[in-house]
């Protein structure tokens, strides 16, 4: 049974993602027909790679129970599963640009996950202890 469960959706990339469909739509508007004929399977390799990243990495799941954490980035490709006490310590944290992530274990050897925000201890995000 799941004792915490949250989603954590990536504004930040939701945004990002409309204004690249939108000037992708606009790019291939203004495409030449020829150009179109030459390679046309670069029209549809440029929207599934901008929907592609959405579906993958617009939300961060994290499901908590007794024996296990469970973190996954939109759809689940992309997913870790661990046992406790493989790691000392979890817990939500602000990583350093904005919004939540999830901290686990303990620094040098353990991992933050966020959506829309540079993890901190990051050498970009200027927030390294």
Not at 39 to 51: C, E, K, N, S
Not at 54 to 65: G, H, I, P, R, S
Not at 82 to 108: E, F, K, L, M, Y
């Amino acid at each position: 049974m799941t004792s915490y469960r949250h989603t954590q959706v990536g504004w930040k990339l939701l945004a990002g993602t409309l204004v690249g469909l939108a000037l992708a739509a606009w790019l291939t508007a203004t495409l030449s027909p020829a150009t179109r004929a030459a390679a046309p399977w670069l029209v549809y390799a440029l929207f599934a790679t901008l929907g592609g990243a959405l579906l993958l990495f617009a939300t961060l799941t994290v499901e908590v129970d007794d024996a296990q954490i469970r973190i996954k980035f939109g759809v689940g490709v992309v997913r870790k599963r661990s046992t406790w006490p493989r790691w000392s310590a979890a817990n939500i944290c602000r990583p350093g640009s904005g919004g939540d992530g999830v901290c686990i274990g303990r620094r040098p050897g353990g991992y933050t996950m966020s959506v829309g925000a540079m993890p901190s201890g990051s050498p970009l995000s200027g927030n390294v202890p």
